[in-house]
């Protein structure tokens, strides 16, 4: 099959969180199977400035845009894993320190910046060759694809991927104008939502299939819980939506082979943990310690839990255990956090910043890896923090619910520990748990092997995935 990506991350080119990595091991892992996948993306600065062999192509594709008719040369490139890539060019939307806005900001022009790319898209399929029989869209700044497509009986099936319900680019009315679609469409049987344009909504309603990435969100988001206020959207149209969850990409995240890593480790060898555990310590400048030690690598953001991390300081605490914290965004809680740190300068650490190197040494020297999130759509850090051993202490929301099982003492069996409740006194419970393991070196030998085990291949998410490109285009579309 002949498949298009578009998004606006692309794992280490652009990247603020998990959606970059799906799209730098989905189309590869797909292409395994035999199929030809090209993927398009804004020409942001930082893929500017890090895509091996860039280049400019002769291809300069016009879109209206409101009152105004902007054109994008389309650029080309190759990822690290030899996907090929079109890059849209429009300097004044793309060329910028960040891909969506300061920390915890949108730029003022999100709408008309992605609905230009979302314009561009489907004309750049029809150049793309061999011509793309599908369209596989990623999160809300793709959002009006779909529609498009389907205004314009264009010859392409789209299929959707919501990587996160709470992102919806909303945007009041008087955008409208800027989607260049006919009046009726701003209703709400179209891509009005509160009479607001939402983005995600309107990929909901057009696209002709649905993904989530993991099952259990796709349950979840059908209810006013987790629906973000589109759970009615969501259910009238549940025969189109299903979940697939994220595999890990191994050949980047794994101790065994991670070059960012300053020691290898394995399951079975898993002596240099201990050394990195040491190398963390030092780096924040704190004497080496037996003691447990907490991370937590993450968006700042209310989704991922920050408030119940506050809470439970003094238990982390406890027993000299120890946390360190990799994360940016939301300056009200980078803010606490740093407070914490300042107040427990010998137990806490936190660095604000997006830094993967030290995100993979802390993978590697962690005891314990912390993710209360509120709710979590798939989830790869939880992924890869089993991989390289550090026990994940998580809500049971999501795909960490698909992928962590809870340790069970009677049984010696499981790769984390769960908690369900959103609140506080849970979440301390859940590291009491990890706590008591922690002290019990045989059981947490075990139960770290156990976790160093788990496979979530991208082979099995790609096989499923292809199985719904199968029949999208064996069918009529689903809405
Ligand atoms: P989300 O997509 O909601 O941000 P995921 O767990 O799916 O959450 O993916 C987050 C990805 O971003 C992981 O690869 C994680 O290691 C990485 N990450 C998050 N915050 C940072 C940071 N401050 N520095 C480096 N890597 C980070």
Not at 142 to 148: A, E, I, K
Not at 167 to 172: A, I, K, T
Not at 368 to 379: A, H, N, Q, R, V
């Amino acid at each position: 099959m002949n498949l298009l990506f578009a998004a606006t991350e692309l794992s280490p080119y652009a990247k603020t969180g998990g959606l970059a990595d799906v799209l730098a091991a989905l189309p590869a892992a797909l292409r395994r199977r035999g199929h030809s996948v090209a993927c398009v993306l804004p020409l942001f600065r930082s893929i500017r400035e890090t895509l091996p062999d860039l280049r400019p192509t002769d291809l300069v594709l016009t879109a209206p845009l409101g009152a105004g008719l902007p054109s994008a040369r389309i650029w080309e490139g190759h990822t690290d894993r030899d996907i090929r890539v079109f890059l849209v060019e429009k300097e004044e939307f793309f060329d910028r320190t960040y891909l969506y806005g300061p920390p915890g900001k949108d730029y003022a022009d999100n709408a008309s910046r992605f609905f230009f790319f979302s314009k561009i898209v489907p004309l750049l399929a029809r150049h793309v060759r061999p011509t793309p029989e599908i369209l596989h869209l990623h999160d809300w700044h793709t959002g009006l694809v779909p529609v498009l497509v389907r205004a314009g009986r264009l010859p392409f099936r789209t299929l959707f991927t919501i990587h996160n319900l709470a992102y919806q680019g909303s945007f009041w009315g008087l955008d409208f104008p800027l989607t260049n679609l006919p009046p009726d469409y701003f209703s709400p049987a179209g891509i009005e939502f509160h009479e607001h344009i939402n983005c995600l909504k309107a990929a909901i309603v057009f696209s002709d299939r649905l993904t989530t990435v993991s099952p259990r969100y796709a349950q979840e988001i059908q209810t006013p819980e987790f629906g973000c206020g589109l759970a009615e959207v969501l259910r009238e149209r549940k025969y189109k939506l299903s979940g697939i969850l994220n595999g890990a990409d191994y050949s980047r995240w794994d101790p065994r082979n991670d070059p960012l890593l300053p020691m290898r480790y394995s399951a079975s060898e898993p002596d240099a943990k201990r050394l990195s555990k040491d190398l963390v310590a030092k780096q924040v400048g704190w004497v080496p310690s037996g003691a447990p030690l907490f991370c937590l690598i993450s968006r700042l953001t209310a989704q991922k839990g920050i408030p119940l991390l506050l809470e439970i300081i003094d238990e982390i605490r406890k027993e000299d255990g120890r946390l360190v914290v990799l994360g940016e965004g939301d300056p009200h809680w980078q803010e606490s956090l740093l407070g914490l740190a300042r107040e427990f300068s010998n137990s806490v650490a936190v660095h604000i910043g997006f830094d993967e190197a030290f995100a993979r040494l802390l993978l590697a020297g962690a005891d314990f890896l912390l993710m209360p999130s509120l709710f979590e759509p798939c989830g790869l850090t939880q992924l890869y923090a089993l991989r390289y051993g550090t026990l994940p202490i998580a809500r049971e929301t999501g795909g960490l619910a698909d992928t962590i099982t809870s340790w069970d003492p009677v049984a010696g069996q499981g790769t984390g520990f769960l908690f369900q409740a959103p609140v506080a006194s849970a979440f301390a419970e859940a590291v009491q748990r990890a706590k008591a393991v922690y002290r019990d070196p045989p059981s947490f030998r075990a139960m770290r092997q156990q976790a160093m085990r788990q496979e979530f291949s991208w082979e099995r998410s790609a096989a499923a995935y292809e199985e719904i490109y199968q029949r999208l285009l064996g069918g009529a579309a689903a809405d």
